[in-house]
């Protein structure tokens, strides 16, 4: 959990099925995490520079622009390259790594996972 006076690290939560996206938000801003949500690629591209978000979860299975293009065009922009991205995906590894993504979490996934991954990636301690 976060401080009461730290600021909430801000994630961008993409994924096309919403109760996959309640599910995961719910359970990080448990955790102190702000999070905003995205239902497929574009709508993540305009969020992310709408407001820069600390980390990006992204699913690949989106409708049109697919995870792996949106991750590119995300680490191809100069004001998001440095963002990281957790695939979070049913897909097999070797296409996720294709992405140029920071860390790959298989789904389901158990959210405890997800919020060491989070964390591993912000520098935040670890359990």
Do not use: H, W
Not at 13 to 34: H, N, P
Not at 35 to 54: N, S
């Amino acid at each position: 959990m976060q401080p009461a006076d730290a600021a909430a690290p801000l994630v961008l939560l993409v994924d096309d099925y919403a109760d996959a996206r309640e599910m995961y938000a719910e359970f990080l801003e448990l955790y102190g995490y702000e999070v905003m949500q995205a239902a497929d690629g574009e709508q993540a591209l305009a969020k992310a520079a709408e407001r820069r978000p600390d980390v990006v979860l992204m699913d690949l299975s989106l409708p049109g622009l697919d995870g792996r293009e949106t991750t590119k065009r995300l680490k191809a922009t100069p004001a998001t390259a440095n963002v990281p991205v957790v695939i979070l995906t049913g897909m097999p590894s070797e296409y996720a790594r294709k992405s140029g993504a920071d860390a790959f979490l298989t789904k389901p996934c158990e959210p405890a996972a997800l919020v060491e991954a989070i964390k591993r990636l912000l520098g935040q301690p670890t359990s």
